[in-house]
């Protein structure tokens, strides 16, 4: 599979990358069951047979079961964890985690970080992550105090690169401002039905509701060299025979388009699905979460072609679901 270097870092990434929210099985489930450990294992060797190599976690992942389920495939695939690349998120903390009444939150104190990062390590069952993401914005952050954080995981050899989630250019601007490690990705949703970031750009001086205000995101990160990482990059799998209740008339007919060019193309729709992505000159990498080993090659595919101009507008526009102004 084809690599690209991540941000700034010296990481050779895959563009497509495994997302292992998934691995883990229920949420409310307390435990991990053998069913699980199997599927997720089956899950993790299939994206190693297709040629990636970047894995993407979050603490919250299935609280925590997610990392602890990974962790399994060091004993399958010996000397593994030198030949792949993980990475984490940290921030989002549960209700009544630490007192009662406490709220669903956002974290990203000094003493939060180190604690997520030291739990992450402990369920990975490794000593280090290639890179570690802020999950979500946190209204009350503090910068220096995550410059701190980062100064003493990264002297402490526990984390090699740093970036965010769903930050915009604002708020990479004074995060970057503070710290003295580079920002080499920001994870943001990105999918043919899910285009927010594009939007700004053509819709300027345009009077439509559909309008959002992202400050530039996408230009910010290209200008300072940071990969935008694409979460939900399968669109939940709406535009591949997922069925999510009564679609919208722009998911029926894209739907009708992607399985359209992937019959043209001899490939799969998962693979047009996630090439819409991978032809953005952003060079985003795209994130897959499924455990269905069938999907997970099929959306791999999308390494093997690429879009024409024509071809990604024609998805683009029928995503939006109206035509450009």
Not at 66 to 88: A, G, K, M, Y
């Amino acid at each position: 599979m084809k690599t690209q270097i991540l941000g700034s870092s010296s990481l050779a990434v895959t563009r497509i990358a495994y997302g292992c929210m998934p691995l883990g099985g229920a949420w409310d489930a307390p435990s991990i069951e053998d069913t699980t450990r199997q599927k997720a294992v089956t899950a993790i060797r299939t994206a190693l047979d297709a040629g990636i190599n970047f894995f993407d976690h979050a603490d919250i992942y299935s609280r925590g079961k997610s990392e602890e389920v990974f962790s399994d495939i060091w004993h399958e695939v010996p000397s593994l964890r030198q030949r792949i690349l993980l990475q984490s998120k940290c921030g989002i903390r549960f209700e009544n985690d630490v007192t009662g009444g406490a709220p669903f939150r956002y974290d990203f104190s000094y003493e939060h970080i180190i604690e997520a990062v030291n739990g992450s390590l402990r369920r990975l069952k490794t000593d280090y992550l290639d890179v570690l993401l802020l999950h979500r914005p946190d209204p009350l952050v503090e910068p220096e105090e995550v410059a701190r954080a980062f100064d003493a995981l990264h002297q402490a050899g526990k984390v090699l690169w740093f970036g965010v989630s769903n930050e915009t250019a604002a708020q990479l601007e004074l995060l970057r401002h503070f710290i003295r490690q580079p920002i080499v990705t920001n994870q943001v949703a990105f999918n043919i039905i899910h285009t927010h970031m594009l939007d700004e750009g053509i819709l300027f001086n345009q009077y439509n509701p559909r309008l959002t205000r992202n400050a530039g995101t996408i230009e910010y990160c290209r200008l300072h060299n940071i990969t935008l990482q694409a979460w939900g990059a399968l669109a939940w799998g709406q535009l591949t025979g997922r069925s999510n209740g009564k679609p919208s008339e722009a998911v029926i007919h894209t739907s009708s388009l992607v399985y359209e060019m992937a019959q043209q193309k001899g490939v799969s729709p998962e693979a047009i699905v996630v090439a819409w992505i991978l032809r953005h000159p952003a060079k985003v990498q795209a994130i897959i979460g499924t455990t269905q080993p069938k999907r997970i090659t099929a959306a791999c595919q999308a390494d093997t072609i690429e879009l024409s101009r024509e071809e990604w507008y024609k998805l683009f526009v029928s995503g939006r679901g109206e035509n450009l102004p």
